[in-house]
């Protein structure tokens, strides 16, 4: 059973979260501000946290980067916000994926599952290219023995290209494979997550390029 934190200012949408969530059998918390989440994420562990970004006490964004300091936990940001430069800061700071006001809960569903799936039992379970080591039960990177701290969606990223070297994915196929939803065009989301993982391994591995754009064709994974 997944156990989820729910984080708004809004009493309705935490009250319809709570029953929904708690219906389909998924223990919730809910914090109506930074503070009340802060002491709820001290006490519990959560499998996926939904984050509004205008909170009363704090700027979502700034205690989603709070949160990553010491938890690569899923973050979905939940928002009233739709333009490119909010949903980027959004990506940028930490967030792995975002839905916006007002929402479908089984879409919502969908987008936690997505980001909380694990391995089959029956999959291998590391891949080792030199420096780089992806740890495929513990959802974990390692980069010359030391761990890269990356959000859900970036690993995911990370994993899907790693797993098939050498081949090419189109921003729109990306997008499709690891939020498990239609692309409509929003090519920034992938642009950002690539960016952000790219930043992350070239600090651990300044002398290696793993992910490369193959122009007009996406990116790749290459080990050589």
Known sequence: MLRLLSIDDDEEILQANKIYFSEHQYRIDTARNAAEALFLLNKEDYDCILLDIALTDDNGCDFCRRIRQTSD???????????????????????????????????????????????????????????????????????????????????????????????????????????????????????????QLRKKLNALCPDKTFIRTAWGKGYLFVDN
């Open 73 to 195: 936990t899923p973050i979905i940001f939940v928002t009233n916000f739709c333009q490119e430069q909010t949903l980027a800061e959004a990506f940028e700071c930490g967030g792995d994926d975002y839905i916006t006001k007002p929402y479908s809960f089984r879409e919502l569903q969908l987008r936690i599952d997505a980001r909380c799936k694990k391995p089959a039992s029956g999959e291998f379970q590391m891949l080792k290219f030199g420096p780089l080591i992806i740890n495929l039960k513990l959802r974990q990177v390692t980069v010359n023995g030391q761990l890269v701290r990356l959000t859900s969606s970036e690993y995911d990223i990370l994993r899907l290209l790693a797993t098939h070297r050498n081949t090419p994915f189109t921003q729109g196929e990306i997008y499709t494979r690891i939020w498990h939803a239609p692309d409509l065009g929003d090519a920034h989301t992938v642009q950002v997550h690539i960016g």
